[in-house]
């Protein structure tokens, strides 16, 4: 499964963006996809996942209620809205799929990543 995720941008604080992602020929179906964020000088975080079959939804505490993880059920991107970013949100965002099991770590596919910048 080859991800390529896309959208992130320059953003001022209190802004929106929204991620995409997309499979390279194939559907997401039967696979939790997840979005992860690596801030300079920090460690991969765990920012939200959706399980794709049941829709249920997942979010890290610092992004609950400004983020919103969705699917597609007729096309293959999942987006993650943005809203009301703040400086401490920028970092690439990277999509990931897993065919099942915990949605905070261990993902089998990875995307290249996708940079978020959000100005003060």
């Known amino acids: 499964v080859q991800l390529q995720a896309s959208g992130g941008g320059l953003v001022q604080a209190g802004g929106s963006l929204r991620l995409s992602c997309t499979a390279s020929?194939?559907?997401?179906?039967?696979?939790?996809m997840g979005w992860f964020r690596q801030a300079p000088g920090k460690e991969r975080e765990f920012v939200s996942a959706i399980r794709w079959s049941s829709s249920t939804t997942y979010y890290a505490d610092s992004v609950k209620g400004r983020f919103t993880i969705s699917r597609d059920i007729t096309k293959n991107p999942v987006y993650l809205q943005m809203n009301s970013l703040k400086p401490e949100d920028t970092a690439v965002y990277y999509c990931?799929?897993?065919?099942?099991?915990?949605?905070?770590?261990?993902?089998?596919?990875w995307g290249q990543g996708t940079l978020v910048t959000v100005s003060s």
């Open positions: 990931a799929a897993k065919t099942g099991g915990s949605v905070v770590d261990r993902y089998d596919y």
């Open positions: 020929g194939r559907t997401f179906s039967g696979y939790t």
